[in-house]
Nanobody
Framework: QVLLEESGGGLVQAGDSLRLSCAISGGIPSRYIVGWFRQAPGKEREFVAAINWTGENTNYGDSVRGRFTISRDNAKNRVYLQMGSLKPEDTAVYFC????????????????WGQGTQVTVAS
């Protein structure tokens, strides 16, 4: 029903910036809360950022607040994650996810997930 596809990952140097994109199709994408998560080898999946359908409300994980910015362009069915001041510990597979229920702001539970894009930050 709702499909998500991440892009924009790659290999960068510490201190660099990178922008990830999440393309959304199916359902009514503009009405979904969209979040970014990441998972590094041997680590639990970590919440990164989320944005509501209007773009007026955002939330960030403690480890990225002040460095990353989430935004969306509903006309293009895209959600972005602008990552700055990248650190080696940011290395992970990054996933975007979509959820209709506002409970996701509290539970961090999302129904629809993309396949992920690899971000590697060289030290």
């Amino acid at each position: 029903q709702v499909l998500l596809e991440e892009s924009g990952g790659g290999l960068v140097q510490a201190g660099d910036s990178l922008r990830l994109s999440c393309a959304i199709s199916g359902g009514i994408p503009s009405r979904y809360i969209v979040g970014w998560f990441r998972q590094a080898p041997g680590k639990e999946r970590e919440f990164v950022a989320a944005i509501n359908w209007t773009g007026e409300n955002t939330n960030y994980g403690d480890s990225v607040r002040g460095r990353f910015t989430i935004s969306r362009d509903n006309a293009k069915n895209r959600v972005y994650l602008q990552m700055g001041s990248l650190k080696p510990e940011d290395t992970a597979v990054y996933f975007c996810a979509a959820e209709r229920s506002a409970s996701a702001w509290i539970t961090y539970e999302y129904e629809h997930w993309g396949q992920g894009t690899q971000v590697t930050v060289a030290s």
